[in-house]
């Protein structure tokens, strides 16, 4: 059986399928569609990141494919009813980047609270500009929002309380019986509420019809003047061009987004010169760790749906 890897995977895991299976490992093929096209029909698995469009396009052109790892959680870049009906099982590495994603939260917010780590240069150069920078803010005490509350919500939240801060949440999805409100001691809230209460909020939802600009100008109006918005989710969930103008018209304090409605972020858009702004190339999921516990995940997913769990 052949597995064809189109985007980066961990080594050992690319050489623990190859004890097993006749492997591809391309990640230059992400780059190269009619390629990856053209690659797709010999093979029985595709593994992938989030770049990799696993479409109609593709499935019609791998007529053998059985199963698609995922190297991540989100899966707006696979036709799921597309693999539904062909029987092709998608196995995402749910889970196994939480830990980076949530540490990444909490850094970007703790830096964007105390707003001194820009003036390197400034210091470098001689200057002192230590009255600027006194005025920074601490976050025990202030309100964390998240929206979404699955795994990565959840870590996030548990990692904010260790700061001692309070917690809201909202996740229509999670009802409000279920243990993981009483486990963090967060409060559960409509998202409207959420945004008039939250110093900081992060977003961890999937990109769908419901979740497209669920923070547009209007809700990004209604954050507490002086809040900070960290966005590790999907770009499209975020209006990039009415958080620029809130930044620029210092209603909200920072902001850091490390994913954008498009990938990569063309040069020149509104977000280009907004201040307080962190912006880092989808990477909050990405560390040594993670990626080795995430092409794991993945690799024995992929193992097992082609071969039965068979040894």
Known sequence: MHVLISEF?????????????????AP??????????????GADALIVRNRSQVDAALLAAAPRLRAVGRLGVGLDNIDLPGCAARGIQVVPATGANARAVAEYVIGTV??????????????????????????GLEAHGRTLGVVGFGGIGQLTARLAAGLGMRIVACDAALPAA?????ETGATRLELDELLTRAD?????????????????AGRIARMRPGAILVNTARGGVVDEAA????????????AALDVFEQEPLPAGGPLAGAPNLILTPHIAGLTQEANTRVSEMVAAGVTIALTGGAR
């Open 9 to 25: 995977m961990d080594a050992p895991a690319v050489d623990s399928l190859r004890q097993r299976f006749d492997v591809r490992y």
């Open 28 to 41: 230059d093929l992400v780059e190269q569609r009619d390629a990856l096209l053209q690659a797709a029909a």
């Open 110 to 135: 703790l830096a964007l609270l105390r707003g001194a780590y820009a003036a390197s240069a400034e210091v470098a150069a001689g200057a002192w500009p230590r009255a600027a920078l006194s005025q």
């Open 200 to 216: 900081a909020v992060t977003l961890h939802v999937p990109l769908n019809a419901d979740t497209h600009r669920l923070l547009d």
């Open 178 to 182: 279920h243990p993981a409100w009483a």
């Open 243 to 254: 958080l620029a103008a809130a930044l620029r018209s210092g209603h909200l304090r920072g």
